[in-house]
């Protein structure tokens, strides 16, 4: 239980402690791992805690051995998922009783719509890709959830993006993570490997936004 007396600072840093931990606490450090991706998931109000790092990190100490690589994956996937999906009823319910309300300014029935109309259009890519977006991928579920996005469709695109998460950031650790000019520049491999996922979701955006010619029948 001195897992308990761990610091505040640990938790939101956890990628940077996360050797030490496995080695000291074993399966409380998987405990530990799976509230921390929960949480950064399935809680609107704690999108600062660790995720891409710590996939990561992981990855790279299952390649060093100090690791059941399939057990954290397992396991990473399945607080990925379910946070979403308690996040996801979150924002349904804030929905419910907050836009329903058809005297509230702001946060009225045509707000609802809105965003479920957006979601109906473009909610599985929405969500997928926001998993790979720090901050957003705390949000997007939350709001699905208030736009009532359709919850099979919603959950499988949860699924699809979650496990996709995990593997893309598992197997980058597992393969390059104990590299030191990748361990040293942590940051700035994390941030390239937002945007070349980001890639073609954007040039989708952009090919969508360019005027179409109307075609000449005369």
């Known amino acids: 239980m001195e897992l308990l007396s761990i610091p505040v600072e640990v938790v939101i840093h956890l990628d940077k402690h996360l050797t030490t931990i496995i080695h000291r606490y074993n399966e409380w450090a998987l405990l530990l791992i799976f509230l921390t991706v929960f949480c950064e998931t399935g809680l609107v109000v704690t999108p600062f805690l660790p995720g891409d790092t710590l996939l990561f990190v992981i990855g790279a100490l299952g390649a060093s051995g100090d690791l059941n690589l399939l057990l954290f994956a397992v ?124 890639i073609p979701a954007l040039v989708t955006i952009v090919y969508q936004s360019l005027p179409r010619k109307k075609a000449d029948y005369s």
């Open 75 to 198: 396991v990473v996937t399945f607080a990925a998922v379910s946070g979403n999906v308690v996040n996801y009823h979150i924002g349904r319910f804030v929905g419910e009783r907050v836009f329903d309300n058809e005297e509230n300014r702001f946060f009225n029935r045509k707000q609802l719509l809105r965003a479920r109309d957006f979601y109906e259009r473009h909610g599985g890519k929405t969500v997928v890709i926001s998993r790979f977006i720090p901050v957003l991928r705390t949000f997007v579920p939350f709001v699905a959830g208030i736009g009532r996005m359709n919850y099979g469709r919603f959950y499988l695109y949860n699924l699809v993006g979650g496990v996709l998460w995990v593997a893309v950031f598992f197997t980058g650790g597992f393969f390059f993570g104990n590299m030191p000019i990748i361990r040293d520049n942590l940051s700035f491999i994390i941030l390239g490997i937002i945007i070349i996922t980001l």
